[in-house]
């Protein structure tokens, strides 16, 4: 499998921005689609974004559309999730992810790597 290790979290105003990284290591990224999920205190993991293995197809949740966008650099195996227009409820631990099973970008399922999580805080 492939590891994973995010970065790139912090603590952010309301309508600042964040960019996390997800490096990977052990495999080369170009395999797998990649995804990012994100974790609130108390509430279910809830799948952000996705995008495929050359990176021309993209998903994003309806409450990230638009103010957030992922991408891949398949050189450096690294993914971003650049998050822009922050709200308090975008507060979460953000976990990359990876998929082998080159599911469709929409798809939640099929990843089976995760990274650590880095922690996203926006105060307002």
């Known amino acids: 499998q492939v590891q994973l290790v995010e970065s790139g979290g912090g603590l952010v105003q309301a309508g600042g921005s964040l960019r996390l990284s997800c490096a990977a290591s052990?495999?080369?990224?170009?395999?797998?689609?990649m995804g990012w999920f994100r974790q609130a205190p108390g509430k279910e993991r809830e799948f952000a974004s996705s995008?495929?293995?050359?990176?021309?197809?993209?998903y994003y949740s309806d409450s990230v559309k638009g103010r957030f966008t992922i991408s891949r650099d398949n050189t450096k195996n690294t993914v971003y999730l650049q998050m822009n227009s922050l709200k308090p409820e975008d507060t979460a631990v953000y976990y990359c992810?990876?998929?082998?099973?080159?599911?469709?970008?929409?798809?939640?399922?099929?990843?089976?790597?995760w990274g650590q999580g880095t922690q996203v805080t926006v105060s307002s």
């Open positions: 992810a990876a998929d082998p099973n080159l599911y469709s970008t929409w798809n939640r399922n099929g990843f089976n790597s």
């Open positions: 052990g495999r080369t990224l170009s395999l797998y689609r």
């Open positions: 995008i495929s293995t050359g990176g021309f197809s993209t």
